[in-house]
């Protein structure tokens, strides 16, 4: 009962529109954008994948799981 409620009310009809700025770091391209996150870090990573045969596949889900826990 203390914590705040929040209903279908509190949440605005239309989303906000957060404009994305490019930059190159050698050959990598960063999108960006200005938001308050309280000083956290969001991170996506962005990496084109050879084609992988079916059998290789839960490997790839491994690899997505490892490469957010370095």
Known sequence: ??????????????AKNYPLTEE?????KLFHHQVFTNDIIYADLVLDLPDLPEED???LRFLTLVLTQM
């Not at 929040?6 to 605005?12: A, F, I, Q, R």
């Not at 190159?24 to 990598?28: D, E, N, T, V």
């Open 24 to 28: 190159a770091a050698g050959k990598l």
């Open 57 to 59: 596949l839960p490997y």
């Open 1 to 14: 009962d203390i914590l705040p409620k929040v209903s279908l009310n509190d949440v605005p009809l239309n």
